[in-house]
């Protein structure tokens, strides 16, 4: 009983944190992919990690969306296109770190604007990482009774938790190897 609701708790904690850690990213916001937003403005400030996903908003036939590189953006070339997505609207997931660059390839386009660089970083924000926080085993502040013998008992529910710590790891292995992947 006891191990199948911490087993149910630690499902519902790896489904949050595995939500929470990709992110949906609208393309210009309310105004998506068009002919208008300042996208460099629109991607400043804002931190892409691997496994967030870019949405274009657009009417197919009227944009579509070329993922270029460096050259290709700067110079607003499809020429060298490594994907192009001409349905709307498109989610793009970025599944490596590095900047990505996209275009619209719709001729003259690109030269008004439709160009968006994002800097993906390796997701590397873990989060509450324990470094310099006190070991779990050490219990500070225990009062040394001399002459009177320690208690060995232990309470069941404290017994418990240190059970589950173990588990807790694995599972926070397991949700780092998800997220590397
Ligand atoms: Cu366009």
Not at 84 to 98: E, H, K, M, Q, R
Request: net charge negative.
């Amino acid at each position: 009983m006891a191990s199948r609701s911490t087993l149910i708790a630690l499902l519902v904690v790896v489904s949050c944190a595995a939500a929470a850690s990709a992110t949906d990213f609208t393309v210009g916001d309310s105004q998506g992919w068009t002919i208008g937003p300042d996208y460099s403005t629109w991607a400043s400030g804002k931190n892409f990690a691997v496994g967030d996903k870019l949405v274009f908003n657009f009417a197919t036939g009227a944009h579509d969306v070329v993922e270029v590189s460096k050259s290709g953006y700067d110079s607003c070339s499809i020429s060298n296109a490594m994907n192009t997505i001409t349905n709307g609207p498109a989610t793009v997931t970025l599944s490596n770190d590095g900047t990505h660059y996209y275009i619209c390839g719709i001729p003259g386009h690109c030269g008004q604007g439709m160009k968006l660089a994002v800097d993906v970083g390796s997701g590397s924000g873990a989060p509450s990482s324990p470094t310099g926080a006190p070991a779990p085993g050490s219990s500070p502040g225990t009062p040394s009774t001399p002459g009177s013998p320690s208690s060995p008992s232990t309470p069941t529910s404290a017994s418990a938790r240190l059970a589950a710590a173990p588990a807790l790891a694995v599972a926070a292995g397991v949700l780092v190897k998800l997220a590397l992947f």
